[in-house]
Structure formats: C-alpha cells, structure tokens
C-alpha cells in the first residue's frame, strides 16, 4: 500500500513539544501529513514554524503538566486520533537526600498527567467509535535504575507498565497503545549531563556508538508507530537506541 505510512487527515496532540524530542516528533508527524497541535507549558510557536517551513500544518497550544488534569477536556470533539505524551520533568538528587516536593512534581507529570491524559483521549475515541494511537515516551530508565534520578526512574517504570495495561483493555477499541524508550539523547533535559565533563565521559564510555543520540531519531520512531504500517503493534516499549544502548 503506498499510503502505509501516511497520516494524511488525521490530526495529532504532541505534549512538550516546545523543545527537543516532542518538538522533533511534532516535526516528524506533520511531515508525514498530520495536523499537529503542538502542545506545551509554554508557547510551541517555534515548532509551529519549523512544521509550517516544512510544508506541514500545526498549532499551539498551552497545556501545564503541573495540574495532571489539564488534558481532560482536550479531546472532546476535536478529532484527534494520535497522541503522543512526551512532556516529563526531571530533578536530580541523591536519593538519601531526595524531597518530598521534588517527589511529588515528577509523579505529577510523568505518571498521573500521562496516565489521565490517555484516558481522556481514550474516552473521547470510544465514545465516537473511533481508532486511533497512543505513543508514550518512556526512557531508557524504564529497564534501569539510574543515578540521582529516584523519582524520573520510578516514574518511566510506570510509564512502560501504563502503557502494556491500557494496550491490553483497549486493542478491542483498535487503540494501539505502545511505548519508545530513549537512551541518552542531546536535549535540554541531558544539558546539565553534557556539560559536566565527567558525567559526560563516563557517560560516552559506555555507549557503543561513542556519541549522544539525536531528537530526529525519537521522531521517525513515533511516526512509524502512529500510522498503518504498526497496526498490529501494541503494547510494545521500543527500545530506539540501537547503538546508543549503554553497556
């Protein structure tokens, strides 16, 4: 089929898509003919632009992760059929020291907002008898423990376990539900990685490729599990880093 991997007329909620890997996947997605609303804590406008320079059409929108809610009435009438939940925080602490707060505001985003922001997507897509995809960003931490990332680990655990329960009790519906799982990869969430030389070097040493993954790879991956040519994958947690997988 030529249009196996088109998504042409279908219309796609990006979350942190101002930056780094959900701006890349917003970029990829519209690429491949979706209209992407481009949502984000703070404006998406550069994404917007970069799409429309493209060719693509794509829109802003403001979502704040801090209120696990905010995607409640997101959906409703709107059409959409892709979702991909990439918005995520990170605080970085040893665990002996680790607070309550900081606990607190990872879950927040990384776990209950993912977990809500789908039902409310799916929701929306049974109630109109439709089908559809949900894409998560998970990490390479979803299989490892990390260091100094207690609540950032224990919550892309959740994510990989949020996405195989949601693609069991929705496949019926033909929602695909599955997961892609990053390694290290060069974005504002790794700066503070990449700009300590230690961390850093350490960090190279144990990747096999010898360098730091790049966003545009995340964005080829979310496409292709967002249009026909996955629709017989579900429930699967897609490690993407290849060369990139530490030792």
Known sequence: ?????????????????????????????AG???HVIC????????????????????????????DPMAAKEVFKGQGISILVNNAGIIRREDSVNYSEED???VMDVNQKALFFTCQAFGKELMAVGGTGSIINIASLLSFQGGIRVPAYTASKHAVAGITKILANEW????????AIAPGYISTNNTEALRNDPVRNDAILARIPA???GDAEDIGGTAAYLASKAAKYVTGAVLNVDGGWLAR
């Open 32 to 34: 491949q003919g979706a």
């Open 171 to 178: 496949a019926a519906a033909g929602i695909t539900v599955n």
């Open 1 to 29: 089929m030529s249009d196996l991997f088109s998504l042409k007329g279908r219309k796609a909620l990006v979350t942190g898509a101002n930056t780094g890997i959900g701006q890349a996947i917003a970029v990829s997605l």
């Open 103 to 105: 606990w607190d505001a």
């Open 210 to 212: 010898g360098r730091w």
């Open 39 to 66: 949502a984000g804590r703070r404006t998406c406008a550069d994404t917007v632009a970069m799409i429309v320079k493209n060719g693509g059409t794509g829109e802003s929108l403001i979502l704040d992760f801090a």
